[in-house]
């Protein structure tokens, strides 16, 4: 279903794309993504890695990437959004986290197994702004902003 709504993204700008609740663990709804003529796009998510070859293969991959940065700055991340958004019970987003740090290192090397290239998000950014053919903001060095 994600290769087909990546091709439909690529061939007419517009898909319907899903809304997913992680409280419940489950896509919720839908909603009208529209690139509103942007030349690219990208798409993430935790499945991502396991469409590349046939995205590759359709011709419609301009580049497929697994973040690579700390494991604690990922773990700091997550589990400060995760509170604020009150996705699961506190002890369990703790719990997972860990897991999920002590895991990265597996997922990072399946990911890149998968087609996908680790890379910082500096590069990330730098990249995807060349891609798109966007200067890099002068002084940012393609880093991106901290949220």
Partial sequence: MAVETIARLAESG???VPVYAIGVDRRIATRLLDLAGSPIFMAEGIFAAEIVRELRDRGLLAEAYALRRSRTVTFARRLSRDLTERRKPPALLVRRGL??????PVVLRRQVALGCRAASAGRIVREV??????PDPAGTHGEPAVN
């Fill in 14 to 16: 517009r898909a319907e």
């Fill in 99 to 104: 897991q999920l740090l002590r895991a990265e």
């Fill in 129 to 134: 702004r060349a891609m798109a053919g966007a």
